[in-house]
């Protein structure tokens, strides 16, 4: 299509995928899934944890003693910083195996 002399390129929108970019959609959409898994099963919690509160019992003398434990607890703030980073880079890829005519 000439416009006064000039090439204009239509950008495709709504066309076909190809199978390369299907494969990168299923891969993102798997690695999502698996990161909401990995976090509903590690506790469900809203922030990112490094440390716990783990309070136990002296049998001996019957008091309780609260200590901090180092352990990772993955929160959910960090779930969608993961799965925001996984859509990015997929939609780079999506681009980039766009068929070009």
Known sequence: MNYKGENIVLLQTGGEMNKKQ???VMIAIEL???TFLVWLI???DIFTKTQVLIETKDELFGWTEKKWVNKFVLGLDLTLLISGIITIVSIVFIYLFRNKN
Request: hydrophobic residues 55%; charged residues 10%.
């Open 22 to 24: 299907k494969i990168v």
């Open 42 to 44: 590690s506790g469900g």
């Open 32 to 34: 999502i899934f698996v």
